[in-house]
């Protein structure tokens, strides 16, 4: 049986609550704006929200992230007798603390960023590379996908590809953008069509690092 996406998963819950956008969001403490994108699946919630989400549709916490097993709890019977969710016990959400590092501009590039320089740690969930950080946004050129204020978990470890968002460093400065990699050159695509691309050599390149988690400044 094929899982419904993630993106439909939060609107089918909203939907069975009959709740508008506008009325989960609330409750959620998100702006409408935010939810749109969870529900078209063009970004997905941390751990805080997705509980959050789960505990006002009154949706299994598993079944939002994963589609497996059943939408909704089974009732607990009458009397003092409490049945052990065995699937729950069962299966493991990891959490782990990251680096937050100084910002990476989504603008013009600026010095470069310090990974010697830890201002805070935050908590993340399943993440499989130990070398992972983060960042703090700043400037507009990637909105509105991403935005200033928010945060990105940035992988030196998992492969990039052509298309990806990554955290670059040419020149001893560093910039956040979409790429295209070709022989010679690495283009860096702005998401704001405010901004122009920008095309480097790869010989001035000192490493692509691939994002793979955005955190929104709520």
């Known amino acids: 049986m094929m899982k419904t996406p993630f993106g439909d998963r939060i609107r089918l819950a909203r939907e069975n609550k009959i709740f508008d956008q506008k009325k989960l969001a609330g409750k959620a403490g998100v702006v409408v704006r935010t939810l749109q994108r969870w529900e078209k699946g063009e970004q997905v919630p941390d751990g805080n929200y997705l509980l959050r989400l789960a505990r006002i549709t009154g949706v299994r916490p598993e079944w939002l992230l994963t ?13 003092k007798v409490i049945p052990i969710d065995t699937e729950m016990l069962l299966r493991k959400v990891s959490l782990v603390k990251i ?7 989504a603008g013009r590039t600026a010095v470069l960023f ?8 935050i908590t ?27 945060i990105v978990v940035v992988s030196p470890r998992q492969e990039v590809r052509n298309g990806d968002i ?4 040419v ?10 990699i070709d022989e010679n050159y690495v283009h860096l ?21 691939k994002v793979i988690r955005v955190i929104k400044n709520l």
């Open 67 to 79: 589609g497996d097993g059943k939408m909704y709890p089974e009732p607990r019977p009458h009397g």
């Open 99 to 105: 680096p937050l590092l100084s910002s990476v501009p």
């Open 114 to 121: 310090h990974p010697e320089y830890v201002e805070k740690y």
């Open 124 to 150: 993340v969930d399943n993440l499989k590379d130990d070398n992972a950080f983060a960042l703090v946004v700043r400037g507009k050129s990637m909105a509105p996908r991403i935005e200033d204020g928010d």
């Open 166 to 169: 990554c955290v670059i460093r």
């Open 171 to 180: 020149n001893d400065e560093d910039v956040l953008k979409k790429i295209k």
């Open 189 to 209: 695509i702005p998401l704001n069509t405010s901004f122009e691309p920008v095309t480097v050599r790869k010989r001035d390149v000192a490493f692509i690092w």
